[in-house]
């Protein structure tokens, strides 16, 4: 169950005085293998302008060509998002001058963006809400600019230079855009999660944050209740959703004081600084006539039909919230279980694989959320890595259900699974880990443990029940963890006389 977050005297303070709305800007790298407009690779980490091209380079006398599979992947999205497709929509140059922008213009989509009118709903304190999406877009990225570094070829140590990599140059950028439909840095935080996960479902970016496969520009206003929208500042660089939120929180409080004050609030860009957790000023907001927006010329209109939407349609998969609930009412899992094993489509898709082969939903669920993820986070791994496979977890499964081994053992065995990718059989066989479930072969153990501890004896017949336990531990050391459980407390009842 979601913990009810509970609000500073000053976030109380502003609810109660202040409105806010907030808008969102998601930039999304798309996970294709070719840029936007050319060929050029769109790997990460290759040397620095190694994957450019006359294309990406701006260079005089290129022609960009739409990259099919990118256009495919906002379309499904938007689809996923409720979104109405247009019919026709039109790429347009967005004119800036930056270091980082090779052309000195971006092709984008400004009046006549490829979707519209979409909605997403998240959960919040208060329960479901919907958050319009105001427009989904394709365009191209623009390079990475490094600061800050040592300049080459030099004897000034304290010389430094900046340097552009127009490897991400073109590379496919699907940006959607939120109406001012947020009002908590907490509604900000649960709508990028949600968005993050159906993204990842869908399978049309890797969302790696760190990469800058997913970046977010937040637009952000507060107003004294009554009006309509305030005066609207944007935040930048923030690295995390946890830095969104807080930024957002620490963004709204200074709006609040100028208002208190009496104050204007300039409309301007501003950055988080996440060491002084405070926001500061970037520059002036740009508006859209400042970029001189017209017309792609060298590319025409798209037309998307509606054989093109029902091909895609067809494509998206059963999303997160769906299937969480189907998780719940199919295998009668509770709703935390559901909620994690729901939380990537790869761990669900393994989920369902197992139980296919083990028809016992909480108990492969208990598995996968104690040991395998586990074992996933402390390697560092993506469970298409993995080593173990379905049926080798039903495998495994078998074996504790028949008894051959204990649960305690077992974990062990699983262990060694995921290092080797032997299966459980073979590992059981091979350091002779069956389960020993001979009355007559236990008896002489138990009789062993009991003669080492008699105060253990002593202190069960005065009615201390640990004692017991401490004993049944015990034989378990003494058999390597091999003895049956369950018979071996049996066996030391019947010696105890309880």
Not at 129 to 151: N, S, T, V, W, Y
Not at 331 to 340: E, I, K, S
Request: proline fraction near 5%; aromatic fraction near 6%.
């Amino acid at each position: 169950m979601k913990q009810k977050k509970v609000l500073t005297k000053p976030q109380m303070e502003i609810k109660m005085k202040y409105k806010v709305n907030i808008g969102l800007e998601v930039h999304v790298e798309l996970l294709t293998e070719s840029k936007l407009f050319c060929g050029c690779s769109t790997e990460f980490g290759a040397p620095p302008n190694t994957h450019v091209c006359p294309v990406c380079l701006g260079l005089p006398g290129v022609l960009p060509v739409i990259n099919k599979k990118a256009v495919d992947y906002t379309i499904l999205t938007a689809l996923a998002l409720n979104c109405e497709i247009s019919r026709l929509c039109r790429f347009a140059r967005k004119n800036y001058y930056y270091p980082d922008l090779p052309k000195n213009y971006q092709i984008s989509q400004y009046d006549e963006p490829l979707a519209r009118d979409g909605w997403l709903e998240i959960e919040t304190d208060g329960g479901s809400k919907k958050i319009g999406i105001e427009r989904i877009h394709l365009e191209e990225d623009a390079g990475k600019l490094i600061h800050g570094e040592q300049m080459p070829n030099s004897d000034d140590e304290d010389k430094e230079a900046s340097f552009v990599d127009y490897n991400r140059s073109g590379i496919p950028l699907m940006e959607i855009v939120t109406r001012p439909d947020i009002s908590s840095p907490e509604e900000a935080y649960s709508y990028l999660t949600t968005l993050k996960k159906i993204l990842q479902y869908l399978r049309v970016s890797d969302c790696n944050m760190e990469e800058g496969s997913l970046r977010c520009d937040v637009n952000v206003s507060v107003c004294r209740e009554g009006e309509e929208m305030g005066t609207k500042t944007e935040l930048k660089n923030m690295n995390s959703f946890k830095e969104i939120r807080e930024a957002l929180s620490v963004e709204i409080e200074r709006q609040s004081r100028l208002l208190d004050r009496g104050e204007k609030i300039v409309q301007e860009t501003r950055l988080w600084d996440p060491k002084r957790r405070k926001t500061v000023p970037m520059r002036s907001k740009e508006e859209a006539h400042d970029y001189r927006y017209f017309p792609e010329p060298d590319l025409l209109p798209l037309e998307i039909d509606e054989e093109w939407k029902r091909r895609l349609r067809a494509e998206i998969p059963e999303l997160p919230k769906e299937r969480c609930r189907r998780f719940i009412e199919e295998y009668g899992l509770p709703p935390y279980d559901a909620g994690v094993l729901t939380n990537s489509r790869d761990l669900a898709d393994y989920f369902e694989e197992c139980v296919k082969r083990y028809p016992h939903p909480k108990t492969v669920s208990n598995w996968i959320m104690g040991e395998f993820l586990r074992l996933l986070k402390r390697t560092d791994k993506s469970i298409d890595e993995v080593k173990v496979k379905p049926e080798d977890i039903a495998e495994l499964l078998g074996q504790i259900e028949k008894g051959v081994i204990s649960g305690k053992l077992a974990k062990d065995v699983f262990e060694k699974m995921f290092e080797t990718g032997k299966g459980a059989k073979t590992i059981i066989e091979e350091e002779k880990l069956n389960q020993i479930t001979d009355e007559a072969s236990l008896e002489k153990v138990v009789e062993e443990a009991m003669r080492e501890s008699p105060q253990a004896i002593e202190d069960f017949k005065k009615g201390k029940k640990k004692a017991l336990g401490f004993l049944v531990g015990q034989v378990m050391k003494k058999t390597r963890g091999r003895a049956n459980p369950a018979l071996v407390n049996k066996l030391l009842k019947e010696k105890l006389g309880s």
